[in-house]
């Protein structure tokens, strides 16, 4: 079968399955964006929970964010988890912002996307995934991103090694897929969602898997 047509009857499958993944809730980029640093090493409801300290102590804009102080910020996202690491990620992230648009991250958005993802890449404790998932996310580009769930399901469908690298994964979906920002990002929401409920690390739910067709 041909990779695009078979990840696109992937897709369809687990979409038919399981339904709209409605992923990575946010009034504005900038929300999102946030929401994204602050759900590193945990879950959207963690992060949320930490947004919402912020929002309701009315400090949730970028440049009150960038001069509030370090301390003050880690105390006000501990729901997140990693709240030191995460709040010195989001300073360095404000940073950017505040050098590249001047807070505006709708300037951000006319940059192209492969230079804008080089500067993202750049910043301090915003890796691939992170990065991508911003641009996708909050930047409407089309970047595909891909984690330890997506490396496990196509490893397990052997379309990819057990060892495949982020670029490698990443571009196998550049690459095969048509640059469509609304199906990148329903198909990562959806390979986590497999990732998490049936392909699990020791064992995976094979038959009862919504791709459990897919299986050679």
């Not at 929970?49 to 929002?55: H, I, P, Q, S």
């Not at 964010?65 to 030191?84: K, N, S, T, V, W």
């Not at 982020?166 to 986590?192: G, K, N, Q």
């Amino acid at each position: 079968m041909h990779r695009k047509t078979l990840l696109l009857n992937m897709y369809g499958a687990m979409l038919d399955r399981l339904g709209s993944s409605h992923w990575y809730p946010g009034d504005t980029p900038f929300e999102i964006a946030v929401g994204v640093i602050l759900a590193q090493n945990t879950n959207w409801q963690n992060a949320s929970k930490a947004v919402f300290n912020l929002k309701n102590l009315d400090l949730f804009s970028a440049p009150v964010l960038y001069a509030l102080p370090e301390e003050d910020l880690a105390e006000h996202i501990r729901p997140a988890g990693y709240f030191r690491m995460k709040a010195s990620r989001v300073k360095h992230f404000l940073s950017f912002l505040r050098t590249a648009c001047r807070f505006d991250m709708e300037l951000l958005k006319s940059q192209e996307m492969e230079i804008l993802r080089e500067k993202l890449l750049q910043v301090r404790g915003i890796g691939p995934e992170t990065t991508d998932a911003i641009l996708l996310y909050a930047l409407d580009k089309p970047s595909f991103v891909v984690d330890a769930y997506t490396a496990r399901i196509l490893n397990r469908h052997c379309l990819m090694p057990e060892n495949v690298s982020y670029p490698e994964l990443r571009e196998y979906f550049m690459e095969v897929l048509d640059p469509d920002i609304r199906i990148f990002s329903e198909f990562h929401a959806l390979l986590i969602r497999v990732g998490k409920t049936w392909c699990k690390k020791k064992a995976g739910l094979c038959a009862s898997c919504p791709l459990a067709d897919f299986l050679e």
